[in-house]
């Protein structure tokens, strides 16, 4: 769930971050251990939870570090830590486990199980929303908006007060079923239907199903008073979090130990069992790990998003890793395992540290696969389809109608192909090196990442030819659009900095002579003030991950982005009536078509932000 606040404040290419090349990979567990435990040092993370488990249990599981660093309480493999969002895959296991009962189906359409529950679906008289495009992030919707993340939620909130607070969120954008954007409402709709079809409250129905046959005892969905004392204190540059009482439990609210958390690692690798009993068929885990409802999965596409369970990879391994990852205010999370393997981890760490989090992922991975041989298909010959991709691509899956402007400003990826492979990668970087996508038959690419099928050509209904890579959907856009618009960031940057420089030089040289201003002066204020408007307005929006109860409610933080996001338009407009009103007057003309230029990025910049929903933007909406 805080990954989708962190999008909004800054553009961070997580795939960048990697182990080094000369960095050994361990080739014993104490030298793991060792790597570990050094990466957790380095990277000032208070405390880790890990373990590592196989068909027969952890052969490693241990707390590191402190969990609260005031105190120097310690960690161990008892410590609760938040596991945010891979708590939705207990909201799928649910669902797998009733329609096994006989109870609920995967493709029962949401509006006649739960017809009390508000959203809108433009299609669903002919497309309806089924609880499977619940669990796969199908339905369209936009994530919930800033005011369920800020939303302090007190735990007598039942499920359906939960989704009642803000529905507007829960608007279709697309056919359901075509494109993949996730959504943490889908998880809190997920648990109302299981509550009306079983009669208990969701949190209850999980323990019972689930945390009681895997002997997960310290596992809650709410600050119990165990986690009082064995909860690990989470960590925002180095500064406390409070504790989040989400909104929607069942997306992210489970907090839990490496103990517990290894039970369930292992009841995975069982395919849906313990060591004594199974819980749910091992048919029901293959459908988990398997995507369905989107454009591409019609098309052959194997990896990506299934019910709460998605690929990864290592490398160019060709293995498949499932699992599911989550993130709090202050805490992050990785699930995953590997049938071919045999095994599987869990590991997680009190503090918002992207850097740990990917670090000890990569370092995790590279030990499991020391002595695996990679098995690559022979590719043949790039089919003419493929051959015909090379250009610039943008997203059109975004995740939150918010993202928008940032994914086609900085998401855009450059396909380049040969005789065999399609390579990708993203325009501004931060991959180690583009990718080499193969055909082995004519439908589909093979991507080296996860060596499953997860490139296809599709038709969306609206977009048109768009091409799937996992789970992300790309439309292609000129070179035009993509260099005009981070040029358009570029040269009004450039701009203003030069501006802000020569502003000092005219103010002194003003002074001296103690010159009135002139025309010339007001022609290039104007259009300074409204960059440094537009500068205050990104500025302020940054602050949303450090204030978001301000952010999201109304207060002096929203009230000024909103004020902002009005003026920025507003000054721009009045810098080209100035140039105007002024065009007749003795102005130099470089500083006169300077003035143009500069007008001219803010009228441009200011177009562009309302194109994207930025114009009078009311965050606490």
């Known amino acids: 769930?805080?990954?989708?606040?962190?999008?909004?404040?800054?553009?961070?290419?997580?795939?960048?971050?990697?182990?080094?090349?000369?960095?050994?990979?361990?080739?014993?567990?104490?030298?793991?251990?060792?790597?570990?435990?050094?990466?957790?040092?380095?990277?000032?993370?208070?405390?880790?939870?890990?373990?590592?488990?196989?068909?027969?249990?952890?052969?490693?599981?241990?707390?590191?570090?402190?969990?609260?660093?005031?105190?120097?309480?310690?960690?161990?493999?008892?410590?609760?830590?938040?596991?945010?969002?891979?708590?939705?895959?207990?909201?799928?296991?649910?669902?797998?486990?009733?329609?096994?009962?006989?109870?609920?189906?995967?493709?029962?359409?949401?509006?006649?199980?739960?017809?009390?529950?508000?959203?809108?679906?433009?299609?669903?008289?002919?497309?309806?929303?089924?609880?499977?495009?619940?669990?796969?992030?199908?339905?369209?919707?936009?994530?919930?908006?800033?005011?369920?993340?800020?939303?302090?939620?007190?735990?007598?909130?039942?499920?359906?007060?939960?989704?009642?607070?803000?529905?507007?969120?829960?608007?279709?954008?697309?056919?359901?079923?075509?494109?993949?954007?996730?959504?943490?409402?889908?998880?809190?709709?997920?648990?109302?239907?299981?509550?009306?079809?079983?009669?208990?409250?969701?949190?209850?129905?999980?323990?019972?199903?689930?945390?009681?046959?895997?002997?997960?005892?310290?596992?809650?969905?709410?600050?119990?008073?165990?986690?009082?004392?064995?909860?690990?204190?989470?960590?925002?540059?180095?500064?406390?979090?409070?504790?989040?009482?989400?909104?929607?439990?069942?997306?992210?609210?489970?907090?839990?130990?490496?103990?517990?958390?290894?039970?369930?690692?292992?009841?995975?690798?069982?395919?849906?069992?313990?060591?004594?009993?199974?819980?749910?068929?091992?048919?029901?885990?293959?459908?988990?790990?398997?995507?369905?409802t989107t454009l591409g999965n019609l098309s052959g596409i194997k990896s990506g998003y299934g019910l709460a369970n998605y690929t990864s990879g290592h490398k160019d391994f060709h293995i498949a890793f499932r699992g599911h990852n989550g993130g709090v205010f202050g805490g992050l999370t990785e699930l995953s395992y590997n049938n071919e393997l045999g095994t599987g981890y869990v590991f997680m760490i009190n503090a918002g540290n992207w850097l740990a989090f990917d670090k000890i992922s990569k370092t995790i991975r590279a030990y499991l696969l020391k002595n695996h041989k990679v098995n690559k298909p022979q590719p043949i010959a790039l089919p003419e389809k493929f051959k015909s991709l090379g250009g610039y691509y943008v997203p059109i899956n975004h995740r939150n109608q918010l993202m928008r402007l940032m994914n086609v400003t900085f998401g855009v990826m450059k396909f380049q192909t040969d005789d065999t492979y399609l390579h990708r990668h993203p325009l501004l970087g931060g991959w180690e090196h583009p990718s080499q996508d193969y055909a082995t038959n004519e439908d589909y690419l093979i991507d080296s990442w996860t060596g499953l099928p997860s490139i296809a050509l599709v038709d969306d209904p609206i977009e048109g030819n768009a091409i799937q890579v996992n789970t992300d959907l790309f439309k292609p856009a000129s070179a035009l659009q993509v260099f005009g618009m981070i040029g358009l960031y570029a040269a009004l940057l450039i701009t203003t900095l030069c501006s802000l420089l020569a502003i000092v030089i005219w103010g002194f040289r003003r002074l001296a002579k103690k010159t009135p201003a002139d025309p010339s002066v007001w022609i290039r204020i104007w259009p300074l003030a409204a960059s440094l408007i537009f500068i205050g307005f990104a500025v302020s929006l940054s602050l949303g991950g450090l204030f978001i109860q301000s952010f999201a409610n109304i207060s002096p933080l929203s009230i000024t982005i909103f004020l902002l996001s009005i003026t920025y338009p507003i000054v721009s407009i009045a810098s080209a009536v100035i140039l105007f009103k002024y065009r007749q007057h003795s102005i130099s003309s470089w500083i006169f078509w300077y003035a143009f230029i500069y007008t001219g990025l803010n009228l441009l910049m200011a177009t562009h932000l309302a194109y994207y929903g930025l114009f009078a933007l009311k965050t606490w909406s």
Not at 58 to 81: Q, S, V
Not at 125 to 139: A, G, N, Q, Y
Request: proline share 5%; charged share 25%.
């Open 1 to 292: 769930m805080y990954r989708f606040i962190k999008a909004i404040i800054t553009f961070v290419c997580l795939i960048g971050f990697s182990v080094q090349a000369d960095e050994p990979v361990p080739q014993s567990l104490e030298e793991l251990k060792t790597a570990i435990e050094k990466i957790r040092q380095d990277t000032n993370t208070p405390a880790l939870g890990i373990a590592l488990v196989n068909k027969d249990g952890p052969y490693w599981i241990a707390g590191l570090g402190e969990a609260n660093i005031e105190t120097h309480t310690k960690a161990d493999e008892n410590t609760l830590f938040r596991i945010g969002s891979v708590s939705k895959m207990f909201a799928a296991l649910a669902v797998l486990k009733l329609q096994e009962e006989g109870k609920l189906n995967l493709n029962d359409k949401v509006r006649d199980l739960v017809p009390e529950i508000q959203f809108e679906n433009p299609w669903e008289e002919t497309h309806p929303i089924k609880v499977v495009h619940l669990l796969e992030h199908t339905t369209g919707w936009d994530d919930i908006h800033l005011a369920e993340y800020a939303f302090s939620a007190p735990d007598t909130m039942s499920t359906k007060e939960g989704l009642d607070y803000h529905p507007d969120s829960r608007k279709s954008r697309w056919i359901p079923g075509t494109r993949h954007a996730y959504c943490n409402a889908g998880a809190a709709v997920v648990a109302y239907i299981v509550e009306k079809i079983t009669g208990k409250k969701y949190e209850d129905y999980i323990e019972d199903t689930f945390f009681k046959p895997l002997d997960m005892q310290s596992t809650s969905y709410f600050q119990t008073d165990l986690y009082q004392q064995k909860g690990a204190t989470l960590y925002t540059n180095n500064k406390p979090e409070n504790y989040w009482h989400i909104i929607h439990r069942a997306a992210g609210s489970i907090n839990s130990s490496p103990k517990d958390m290894a039970n369930f690692v292992q009841f995975l690798l069982l395919r849906g069992a313990t060591p004594s009993q199974q819980i749910v068929s091992s048919t029901a885990i293959d459908r988990m790990e398997t995507p369905e």
